[in-house]
């Protein structure tokens, strides 16, 4: 197994212990639907109906404090992909929510991407998060300023 199959494991095996994590703070509020297996590559990481809304949701763990960065970003293609997956569902009420983990401060960020306020920017990103040996390219970001979070929870 090469490093970048490690480094995928390694990164999707910390996102489904913060899934299991989250599912066990909110305990009855939330019903999970589905968790992605580690691998499978996924549009979405988990889905969950929380009352009468179900919810396609991605995880990303960041491996910096929250307040290096005024905002969380997304990659555009990340995006649209779980926008399209939220249409599947459009005979019920859909949220998308991007999950933002910083590890170094132990905060989750919760974004409704279809009603948080965004900027799109270019930003010189990794080819692959994955695999940083690969170099870099621009990419579509959507950046989402922390302070419109619609949850701020602290990870215990």
């Given at each position: 197994?090469?490093?970048?199959?490690?480094?995928?494991?390694?990164?999707?095996?910390?996102?489904?212990?913060?899934?299991?994590?989250?599912?066990?703070i909110?305990?009855?509020?939330?019903e999970?639907?589905n968790?992605?297996e580690i691998g499978?590559?996924?549009?979405?990481?988990?889905?969950?109906?929380?009352?009468?809304?179900?919810?396609?949701?991605e995880?990303?763990?960041?491996?910096?404090?929250s307040?290096?960065?005024?905002?969380?970003?997304?990659?555009?293609?990340?995006?649209n992909?779980?926008?399209?997956?939220?249409?599947d569902?459009?005979?019920?009420?859909?949220k998308?929510?991007y999950?933002a983990?910083?590890?170094?401060?132990?905060?989750?960020?919760?974004?409704?991407?279809?009603?948080?306020?965004?900027?799109?920017?270019?930003?010189?990103?990794?080819?692959s998060?994955?695999?940083?040996?690969?170099?870099?390219?621009?990419?579509?970001?959507?950046?989402?300023k922390?302070?419109?979070a619609?949850?701020?929870?602290d990870?215990?």
């Open positions: 197994m090469g490093q970048k199959d490690v480094n995928f494991i390694n990164a999707e095996t910390a996102e489904r212990r913060a899934i299991k994590w989250f599912a066990r909110k305990g009855s509020q939330i999970m639907n968790i992605s499978s590559y996924a549009d979405e990481d988990f889905t969950f109906t929380s009352g009468q809304t179900y919810i396609v949701a995880v990303k763990i960041r491996e910096f404090s307040s290096k960065y005024e905002t969380a970003y997304l990659e555009l293609d990340k995006i992909r779980l926008m399209k997956k939220g249409v569902y459009a005979a019920v009420n859909v998308v929510l999950f983990f910083y590890k170094d401060d132990r905060k989750l960020y919760i974004f409704d991407l279809m009603n948080t306020p965004h900027t799109m920017t270019y930003k010189s990103c990794p080819v998060t994955m695999d940083k040996s690969r170099g870099m390219v621009h990419k579509p970001i959507c950046e989402y922390l302070s419109d619609i949850e701020i929870l990870v215990i």
